[in-house]
């Protein structure tokens, strides 16, 4: 009795509701993004990414030191972390990886799967297949 007497009152409240809580992960993630820009500087970024272009060139050492992550506290290595965690799953997937480049700069390319691969191998210590934030870190810092 009780319940049905709730039911009802609460249902289109809750659909609202939950529609609108997905948009959250997205809103968070954007605002993520936006402290990548005030965590490194743009001048950095530029030249980091400039520095890859070619295929096959990627050395993630070189581009963490370059963009100047090397530096950072363990705060701001969260938040970059965060930026490039797209789907918000806690981990740096491998085709989340693949894009990390537009994590930092939207003109970033795709790095090659021989590329994506090598940097996964190098981040993923506990061989899960993906980059959780201590190994990300570890790895800025190596
Ligand atoms: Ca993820
Ligand atoms: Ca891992």
Do not use: Q, W
């Not at 693949?98 to 994506?116: H, I, P, Q, S």
Request: proline share 2%.
């Amino acid at each position: 009795m009780r319940a049905s007497a709730f039911s009802p009152a609460c249902r289109f409240p809750y659909g609202r509701h939950s529609r609108r809580s997905l948009t959250v992960p997205g809103d968070a993630h954007r605002a993520a993004k936006m402290a990548m820009k005030d965590i490194l500087k743009a001048d950095d970024i530029k030249k980091a990414i400039d520095a890859f272009k070619a295929a096959d060139t990627f050395d993630h050492k070189k581009f963490f030191e370059m963009v100047g992550l090397k530096t950072k506290s363990a705060d701001d290595l969260k938040k970059v972390f965060l930026a490039l965690d797209v789907d918000n799953s806690g981990f740096i997937e491998e085709e989340e990886l693949k894009f990390v480049l537009k994590g930092f700069a939207t003109g970033g390319r795709d790095l090659t799967d021989k590329e994506t691969k090598a940097f996964l191998h190098a981040a993923d210590k506990d061989g899960d297949g993906k980059i959780g934030m201590e190994e990300f870190a570890a790895l800025v810092r190596e």
